[in-house]
């Protein structure tokens, strides 16, 4: 008696079984969803607006024909100026240069600070006396010089009415000769603030310098 074996079309089935370490693994890759996705869901609801980048729109810029009336320095018509602005006071601008044609000087001026309680005094230019008035202001404006060739030596031949001439950066002032003294070098007053407007120029005279020549002018408009 033979016996047969039988034998199936079927495949067997096969029983997969995943290793542990992958099922620890989506575990804990689970696990982490969970604790970060909420933390995640607020920040996205709390999130800033997005930038507006829309073309902005024209900036206005006034015309002349609606400003004018308001704003005249918007205009093309001149504008009238207070005359109080052009006073004396108004001009405090030091004195760069002066010339007296007469007597062919023409130096530069530049500000003689105070040390010691004596102005500084110029080997090259003359000086204009720190605290003394600027041209066109009341007072008295002091300038200064050596008597010396190509300084104000031909000072010594100055006369009453000759024309003095002060520039500062943006205008010219003209002076003319009012009065000429010889004084002691101990005599200040001549130097001294005046409730006149008046120009004061000095220097050295005299054996080995014992006096100074005092010129004083006044303003010829």
């Known amino acids: 008696m033979s016996v047969r074996r039988q034998t199936s079309s079927r495949l067997p089935r096969l029983k997969f079984r995943p290793p542990r370490r992958f099922i620890k693994l989506v575990l804990i890759v689970f696990g982490v969803a969970l604790a970060v996705f909420p933390q995640l869901y607020r920040q996205a609801g709390s999130a800033p607006p997005a930038a507006d980048f829309s073309t902005p729109g024209p900036t206005l810029i ?30 405090p601008q030091s004195p760069v240069r002066i010339l007296i044609p007469g007597l062919n000087i023409d ?27 600027n041209p066109g202001q009341i007072g008295n404006t002091v300038i200064f010089a050596h008597a010396r060739e190509g300084l104000f030596l031909p000072l010594r031949r100055i006369k009453i009415g000759d024309p003095v001439y002060v ?7 003209r002076y003319s000769v009012d009065t000429l003294q010889f004084v002691a070098p101990s005599q200040t007053s001549v130097i001294s603030p005046s409730p006149d407007e008046i120009l004061t120029l000095f220097t050295c005279s005299g054996f080995l310098d014992s006096q100074r020549l005092i010129v004083t002018a006044r303003p010829s408009r």
């Open 62 to 91: 006034p015309t002349s024909a609606s400003t004018a009336s308001s704003s005249p320095l918007l205009s093309g018509d001149p504008i009238k100026i207070d005359p109080g602005l052009l006073s004396p006071g108004n001009l």
């Open 107 to 133: 130096l530069p001026v530049i500000e003689a600070q105070v040390v010691n309680g004596y102005w500084e005094l110029s080997e090259s230019t003359a000086s204009h006396g720190v605290g003394s008035a």
């Open 167 to 173: 520039l500062t950066d943006s205008r010219w002032y």
